[in-house]
């Protein structure tokens, strides 16, 4: 009998990716962020955003989601601020430093995106996409 490998296949090419984001981030500078907070960056709107739709676009819940909102905090990339729709809601924002280390986040992750593109060919990487997007899909 065959022993399921896919699972295991799947945490061990995420695992590589984010060793190659955090050694991209590290090439810019980026020593303190962590690809999973670099990621989060990325989620938050210029204008702001809520905390329940950084998750939700997170793919984390509400509480993980704040824990990272309150390490961004702490280290000055993210404030929050009044809802001016809703009072008793939170807008999270991006502070100065905050917009320009997502704009080094989003380079350090289009470039190991790249090199992945070159690894396996446009139209692999192109199915790989189609593919995990189906596996995803799924759970949903």
Not at 62 to 86: A, C, H, I
Request: hydrophobic share 35%.
């Amino acid at each position: 009998m065959r022993e399921p490998v896919l699972p295991r296949r799947l945490i061990e090419a995420s695992r590589s990716l984010d060793r190659e984001i955090e050694e991209s981030l590290r090439d810019r500078c980026l020593w303190e962020l962590k690809p999973s907070q670099a990621r989060s960056l990325l989620t938050v709107e210029r204008t702001g955003t809520r905390l329940s739709d950084l998750a939700h676009r997170a793919g984390i819940t509400k509480q993980r989601m704040m824990q990272v909102v309150d390490e961004l905090q702490s280290m000055g990339y993210l404030r929050r601020t009044p809802d001016p729709e809703d009072a008793r809601a939170k807008v999270v924002r991006l502070t100065a430093k905050g917009l320009r280390h997502r704009a080094e986040a989003r380079r350090a992750m289009l470039a190991v995106e790249a090199r992945a593109r070159r690894r396996l060919g446009g139209r692999r990487y192109d199915q790989l996409e189609v593919m995990l997007e189906e596996l995803y899909s799924v759970e949903e």
